[in-house]
């Protein structure tokens, strides 16, 4: 019998390819080959998750009455945390009840909030690049894209003037996420002050991606949506336990913000999912309520890697600006290079993956996405092979290759 009328509803053929997944193959053909491969692709973070947290799981664990179904909205206990570490960090209160909401890491909240409030035909805006979640969310609610075309020169800031009055008036939400992943670009706080008078003159939702809160270097502090006067009326805010706390794999997140927004996220998700298990929220507790210098030693590793590596670029040709958060470097093209082949062109001749910028977007052309996910010893290595191969930010180092 033929399945030919088996087919994926039409909202799955709106999706663009996940470069993630395409790049996965060629990681793999190339481990095949024997290539020893350097991944420096993936947002995947390569530290062990605290010890505190992992005795805590283990304790919750042992204990049944964590072994049923969690309730809907998450444990009580872990949405107080969640106002508690948030009023500690931003001193802003918010009500545990309605105005914080633990999910099953951020990209299912981001991406079931789109679906919650977007109908087909709804205009979103859009960072151009962004975060995959940001506008695969809203495409698979059958919304339209508007991309905010992001620019190196203006810093790769959001250029809220650029926006035609009649395209912010028909916008239903915008995403957006400082400090970025992939540009590692963060945002003054006046410009969050811009935003949110934009967003409230013309009535759009602001969703604002938060998970680089705490991966900031060198005294800067990350702004966050909910500090500014009046974004509470009109937003809500997504964090992330996976990159701060390396818990990456145990899908703990939350979203904070307006009530209203949050009951319909969390009506959606009551048809979805049953949240996370009760023993990682209560770990997820001790994760956040762990001592600053458990921050301080995580952000000292990715700045140290941060420093050899703009260092070893610039040997290379490439001068790229001290970021001042994430995890990542973003990093051009040498001239004249896609951002798919010079990234496919590293991983042949190197074994280096990196992401390539068209995976965040049109706007990520003539990019790439580097992140700091590796010891400084093969951060070294990755250099060298750079240099072996004579990849260099110098056209005529790559003509003829
Ligand atoms: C890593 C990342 C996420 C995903 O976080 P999870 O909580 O693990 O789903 C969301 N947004 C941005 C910008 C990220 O970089």
Known sequence: MSLDWITPADRLRALPPYVFARLDELKARAREQGLDLIDLGMGNPDGATPQPVVDAAIAALQNPANHGYPPFEGTASFRRSITQWYHRRYGVELDPEGEALPLLGSKEG?????????????????????????????????????????????????????????????????????????????????????????????EILLVHDQAYAELAFDGYQPTSLLEIEGAKEIGVE???????????????????????????????????????????????????????????????????????????????????????????????????????DFALSVLQQTGVVVTPGNAFGAGGEGYVRISLIAELDRLQTALDRLRQANIRFQPEAIAGK
């Not at 009649?166 to 916008?171: G, S």
């Not at 957006?176 to 003159?201: G, H, I, L, M, Q």
């Not at 996976?242 to 969390?266: D, P």
């Open 110 to 202: 981001l991406a079931h909030l789109a679906i919650a409030y977007i109908n087909p035909g709804d205009l979103v805006l859009v960072p151009s690049p962004a975060y995959p979640a940001h506008f695969r969310g809203p495409l698979i609610a059958g919304g339209e894209i508007y991309p905010l075309v992001l620019k190196a020169e203006q810093d790769w800031l959001i250029d809220l003037g650029a926006i035609p009055d009649a395209v912010a008036d028909r916008a239903k939400i915008m995403y957006f996420n400082y400090p970025s992943n992939p540009t590692a670009a963060t945002a003054p706080r006046e410009f969050f002050e811009d935003v949110v008078a934009f967003a409230r003159k013309h």
């Open 238 to 340: 997504f964090h992330t336990m996976s990159k701060t706390y390396n818990m990456a794999g145990w899908r703990v997140g939350f979203v904070v913000g307006n009530r209203h927004v949050i009951q319909g996220l969390r009506t959606l998700k009551t048809n979805m999912d049953y949240g996370i298990f009760a023993a990682l929220q209560s770990a997820a507790e001790t994760a956040l309520q762990l001592p600053d210098v458990y921050l301080h030693e995580v952000q000292a590793r990715y700045r140290t890697r941060r420093d050899f590596l703009i260092q070893g670029l610039g040997e290379l040709g490439w001068s790229v600006p001290k970021t001042k958060a994430t995890m990542y470097l973003w990093v051009p093209c040498p001239p004249g290079m896609t951002s798919t």
